[in-house]
């Protein structure tokens, strides 16, 4: 499992757009960039995945060098309502055989009016 | 819908006292999972199973059990709860294993042990 280093927290105003940064300096080649989000008290979900570039969908934008040492979620003008936890795995897929999914402590995002 | 259900939603108990928390998925899910949540310590994995009867400790086993006798569920088991078991749980399963695969985690069990 390729260790993943994100910003504990982060604080931003309704209509900005935010952008989390996710490091992965050993992601292997099978190695796919995953984001969730959860918010208070329920569990999370999944919102976005990449393997390179870009990669764009109704609820964020991940962007993806091309060492792919690092990733970037962004968020376009978020709302109230995007204040979550904003989680970053990276690994792969694995068919028939189980792992340890490691989500760590995430980015705890803050939207203020 | 496809979904995970946990029950039940809300328990408080005493120290030593067995609970078992259930959940199940509708999903044909291959891979299930728990997992604890607390202030400042993230979500950290307790178990996992890839198949029936194959479970695996995450990285917090301690004090926990599982089964998987069935593949739709897979109950977690505190057969000695003490308080540092007090947390936020999340059952969690998909179609196979990896951090690539999307998880569909469930609604959450919180627990209080006095």
């Known amino acids: 499992l390729a260790k993943t280093t994100q910003p504990i927290s982060m604080d931003s105003y309704e209509g900005q757009e935010v952008n989390i940064t996710c490091s992965h300096n050993?992601?292997?080649?099978?190695?796919?960039i995953t984001w969730y989000q959860q918010f208070p008290s329920q569990g999370p979900r999944f919102i976005i995945q990449?393997?390179?570039t870009k990669v764009t969908n109704e609820v964020a934008s991940l962007f993806i060098p091309a060492d792919r040492k690092s990733s970037t979620l962004s968020l376009p003008r978020v709302s109230l309502s995007d204040t979550a936890v904003y989680y970053c795995?990276?690994?792969?897929?694995?068919?028939?055989?189980?792992?340890?999914?490691?989500f760590g402590q995430g980015t705890e995002l803050s939207v203020k009016p | 819908e496809a979904q995970v259900t946990q029950n039940p939603r809300y328990l408080i108990t005493v120290t030593g006292k067995k609970l078992t928390v259930t959940c199940s998925q509708n999903?044909?899910?291959?891979?299930m999972s728990w997992y604890r949540q607390d202030p400042g310590l993230g979500l950290r994995q307790i178990y996992y199973s890839m198949n029936v009867e194959v479970t695996d400790k995450g990285d917090v086993p301690e004090g926990y059990k599982v089964s998987r006798k069935e593949k739709r569920n897979f109950p977690l088991i505190l057969e000695s709860p003490s308080p540092n078991q007090t947390s936020l749980y999340f059952c969690a399963s998909s179609w196979g294993g990896g951090s690539a695969v999307e998880q569909y985690f469930g609604p959450g069990t919180r627990l209080t042990v006095t």
């Open positions: 990449g393997y390179k």
């Open positions: 999903m044909n899910h291959e891979y």
């Open positions: 795995l990276v690994g792969e897929f694995l068919y028939n055989q189980g792992g340890k999914l490691i």
């Open positions: 050993n992601i292997a080649t099978n190695d796919y």
